[in-house]
């Protein structure tokens, strides 16, 4: 498998199955597209702002709900395998992605679906974005892990914003591409820096000039 990062600005999610499972994925997915989650029961509290229609789909029903909704990707998450099946099949048949909750994906490439995509364990900050996935072998590590990782990446979003800025700034000035580049890899990696942009207690773009002052020499 390999991770891509999908933009659903625009586009439709179809989730089935409105439990704790689909609700999540819901959320998840409706802070970009237009997400449809249907099921007989609703019970959560959250499903962020999708739209949820009441339906109990046969296996039979599931490709209708799939011709009429056009979604770029369709959310398998009923604990009934035949509508699972129904839904994969129907996602494959219009081209769609297709991200069953039910089915370990730990089994291997071999026995995976085509089109087939896993949902990772996601880390956000600012324009900053970690993926964690098992490959479906381990979905509790993938949580784990991502909760080491939240506290490591604390920051990274003003960082990227910093550095951004940065290095636009100083395409603007006689740095040669080497030295454009040691400077930009200063400030990323000086502790200094880090903590500025943490705490906010001391000027985080003061101290990136310093470091860049000191690895690059003076204005140029
Ligand atoms: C294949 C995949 C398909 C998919 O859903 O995309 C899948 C499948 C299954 N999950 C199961 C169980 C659990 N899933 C979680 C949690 C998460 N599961 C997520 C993703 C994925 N889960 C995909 C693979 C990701 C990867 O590659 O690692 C996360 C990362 C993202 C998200 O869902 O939003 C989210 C953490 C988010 C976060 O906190 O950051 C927990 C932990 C908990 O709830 O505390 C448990 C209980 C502990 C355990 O079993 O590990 C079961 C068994 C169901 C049963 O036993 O009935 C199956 C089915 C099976 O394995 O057969
Ligand atoms: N990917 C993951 O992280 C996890 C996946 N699972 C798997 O995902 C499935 C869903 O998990 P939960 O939400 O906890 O299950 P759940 O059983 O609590 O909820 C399932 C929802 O599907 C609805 N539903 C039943 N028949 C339907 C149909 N024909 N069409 C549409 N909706 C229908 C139910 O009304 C219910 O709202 C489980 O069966 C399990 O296999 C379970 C835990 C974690």
Redesign the pocket.
């Known amino acids: 498998m390999i991770p891509l990062y999908h933009d659903f600005t625009d586009e439709s999610v179809l989730v089935f199955g409105g439990g704790p499972?689909g609700a999540?994925?819901a959320r998840?997915f409706a802070a970009e597209a237009n997400v449809i989650v249907v099921s007989p029961r609703f019970e959560e509290d959250d499903y962020g702002d999708a739209e949820c229609v009441r339906a109990e789909p046969t296996p039979d029903d599931v490709s209708d709900w799939v011709s009429r909704v056009e979604p770029a990707l369709v959310v398998a998450a009923t604990p009934d395998g035949g509508v699972n099946d129904a839904a994969e099949r129907a996602a494959q048949e219009t081209g769609a992605l297709v991200?069953?909750?039910?089915?370990?994906?730990?089994a291997g490439d071999g026995d995976r679906a085509a089109r087939s995509a896993?949902?990772?364990?996601?880390i956000e900050d600012g324009d900053v974005r970690v993926a964690?996935?098992?490959?479906?072998?381990?979905?509790?590590?993938?949580?784990y892990l991502?909760e080491r990782i939240e506290s490591e990446i604390d920051g990274a979003g003003a960082m990227a914003e910093l550095t951004g800025q940065l290095r636009q700034e100083l395409r603007e000035t006689d740095y040669t591409p080497d030295e454009r580049r040691a400077a930009v890899r200063a400030v990323v990696q000086s502790p200094k820096v880090w903590k500025a942009l943490r705490t906010g207690e001391s000027k985080a773009r003061q101290e990136a000039d310093r470091v860049i002052r000191n690895t690059v020499g003076g204005e140029r």
């Open positions: 499972v999540r994925k998840r991200n069953r909750a039910d089915e370990s994906a730990a896993v949902v990772p364990a996601t964690i996935s098992t490959g479906g072998a381990s979905p509790a590590l993938a949580k991502r």
